[in-house]
């Protein structure tokens, strides 16, 4: 962790070699670029094997000794044909797809409005309301997963995409909302001031002048909820049961994975056209994934 | 009727109905704005965590409810010898990935906070693991980690020629349980980094130029000046990390699923085990609710961390 920081400079550290050690072109390759080129070719690595996985047929995936693994000599549409047009995987698709526009829609809502009012409409406690709501954040899935497949069987819920949609907020509200707060600080309080005193009530408010101006965190925190909610997992797994409604990450792990005998073509494929969408998804919003993270405040 | 026309000079501003002019009404504003959030965490998150305790000192069954037997689930916990190796191995796997993300993380963090070309870039590449959904991922793993047709044992054994047999990664107790820390160190190496760049880039560079005109080395630059300030933001970081990690659940579900010899469960793989795919409820949310204590430590850390310098919104948010 601290090599780099470390080898930057020689033993003795005298100002006229340090000075040179800066500018050393070798140095410079040593201690960066090798080290990151590796850090990118292991993060990466998993990836590759996936995609090249996929396209590869059963001939050249299970025979190493003839076919370079790392290469594809005749690479075939086999895996994701199968997966299309011979398993539910489309059906699946649709069904997280529209059980991650409903959860991000619906803690996007739920969210704006909670941080408006803890941000804006400051009242008596406000800040223990947005303490409770960052340790909400804290607790999860994992000790939550069992209780809640009751409370899901009770109210009827069991087995329906409307399940996923109620409880994924439990994760995407506090988060969001602890990031709007955020957007919302950084909005000038005057100009709300200004649009009061012009009349406006305070709903007008929220709508015309400080939404448009919170766009940027509106779009991170939908874009990181569509994601955590593409991404969820064990809610899903517990809460439905019929093949159909499964999501994919789930339905790949228990409809596809059969037997003894893996179907890795398959299974690489299906995972390949899982993460597309997300990582289409995030090549367009890169930056506002980078600022959610982090916290920063653009524009 | 001509009276009206002439009076009307401006055109009347729509008035706001009934309701909106009770939303002016600070109160019930507060009120309603805080009611969907509100009432979705108390039905689907509150309510639940109680529900849970409650079902720990019970036999409930699916599809029975169940008494209250006190610290019967307990009692019997803590005489099984699977229970502690679940302990044992979530601890285990807690530290030793937490140590191995942020070591690798923040040495990757002080890469990129050097000037680079295609910085964005690389930087956007970098975050791809943390975006992918882990269970793919995981697949992704699953297949590397093949007894027969594993790549990493194609380049030791065919390309490098350093060992004679393949690597046998998941079969046997402890390659298995290090095959899963790599995998998550793997996912975790890109959150650690893209936030403490973050925090190092708000390191005012001339910190460092003084540093270096009073003749201080790398070493001392890093440890007296780096290190400090990113503190507050290292440990927000690393109690999400720690809470996430010791719950984690998708990859050694996928990987693994807890075996070889149920050797590789985590609390949380051994709660679903017990709770969903075997039926006892109760139990499993005995073994949930185990995982409580360690979770309420690991808060508290980030609580007097977070006490030294001022809330920070959004940053270190998973």
Not at chain 1, 167 to 187: A, D, M, N, R
């Amino acid at each position: 962790m601290t090599d780099q920081a470390a080898s930057d400079t020689p033993s003795s550290a005298t100002a006229p070699a340090e000075q040179m050690a800066w500018d050393s072109k070798a140095r410079r390759v040593v201690t960066l670029y090798l080290p990151l080129a590796c850090f990118v070719i292991i993060l990466l690595f998993p990836f590759y094997w996936m995609a090249i996985t996929s396209f590869k047929p059963n001939a050249e995936l299970y025979d190493f000794k003839t076919h370079n693994p790392f290469l594809i000599t005749s690479p075939t549409l086999d895996h994701i044909y199968k997966l299309l047009f011979e398993t539910a995987y489309p059906r699946w698709l649709v069904t997280t797809m529209s059980v991650a526009v409903g959860a991000t829609f619906l803690s996007l809502l739920s969210s704006v409005l909670a941080a408006y009012a803890i941000q804006r409409l400051r009242f008596k406690g406000s800040q223990y309301v947005g303490l409770g709501i960052y340790l909400a954040y804290l607790v999860p899935p994992s000790i939550l997963f069992i209780p809640l497949a009751t409370t899901v069987y009770q109210l009827g819920l069991f087995d329906t995409p409307l399940a996923l949609i109620l409880t994924y907020p439990t994760f995407l509200v506090p988060f969001c909302t602890w990031l709007l707060i955020g957007y919302f600080k950084s909005i000038p309080y005057e100009l709300e001031e200004c649009a009061l005193i012009d009349g406006a009530t305070r709903l007008q408010i929220l709508r015309r002048i400080t939404l448009p101006l919170a766009v940027p965190g509106l779009i991170s925190a939908g874009i990181f909820s569509f994601t955590l909610s593409w991404n969820e997992f064990i809610y899903a797994l517990a809460f439905i049961q019929s093949s159909e409604k499964k999501t994919v990450p789930v339905a790949i792990l228990t409809e596809l994975v059969s037997g003894d005998v893996y179907q890795w073509g398959a299974l690489m494929a299906g995972s390949l056209l899982g993460s597309l969408p997300v990582a289409i998804f995030y090549s367009f919003f890169v930056d506002y994934y980078v600022s959610s993270l982090t916290g920063a405040v653009k524009e | 009727m001509t009276v009206a026309t002439v009076t009307d000079w401006s055109r009347s501003r729509p008035q706001p109905g009934w309701f909106m002019r009770a939303l002016d009404y600070k109160p019930l504003l507060i009120l309603v704005c805080l009611l969907p959030a509100a009432g979705l965490l108390t039905v689907f998150l509150t309510y639940p965590l109680g529900l849970g305790i409650w079902l720990a000192f019970t036999d409930t069954k699916i599809g029975r409810t169940g008494q209250w037997i006190g610290l019967e689930n307990f009692e019997y916990l803590l005489e099984d010898p699977l229970f502690w190796k679940a302990v044992f191995y979530s601890v285990f796997y807690t530290a030793v990935a937490t140590f191995g993300k942020f070591a690798l993380g923040l040495w990757l963090a002080l890469l990129l906070n050097n000037h680079l070309p295609f910085k964005s870039l690389l930087r956007a590449i970098i975050l791809l693991p943390w975006i992918v959904p882990t269970v793919l991922s995981a697949i992704a793993f699953w297949w590397i980690y093949d007894p027969q047709f594993s790549i990493l044992s194609y380049l030791a054994v065919d390309v490098l020629g350093i060992r004679t047999t393949n690597f046998d990664f998941l079969s046997t107790v402890w390659p298995a349980r290090w095959s899963l820390i790599a995998a998550n160190i793997w996912r975790g190496i890109p959150f650690v980094a893209i936030s403490l760049l973050a925090g190092l880039q708000t390191i005012s560079p001339s910190l460092y130029e003084a540093a270096l005109l009073d003749g201080s080395t790398a070493w001392q630059r890093f440890r007296y000046i780096t290190f400090p300030l990113l503190m507050p933001i290292l440990a927000i970081v690393m109690t999400f990390s720690i809470i996430f990690t010791f719950t984690d659940f998708q990859l050694v579900y996928a990987i693994t699923r807890g075996g070889p010899v149920n050797s590789t469960h985590l609390m949380a793989t051994l709660a679903f085990q017990r709770g969903i795919a075997g039926g006892e409820l109760g139990e499993g949310a005995a073994i949930a609710v185990s995982m409580i204590p360690f979770l309420v430590f690991a808060t508290l850390f980030s609580y007097f961390a977070l006490a030294r310098r001022k809330w920070q919104q959004g940053e270190a948010n998973d």
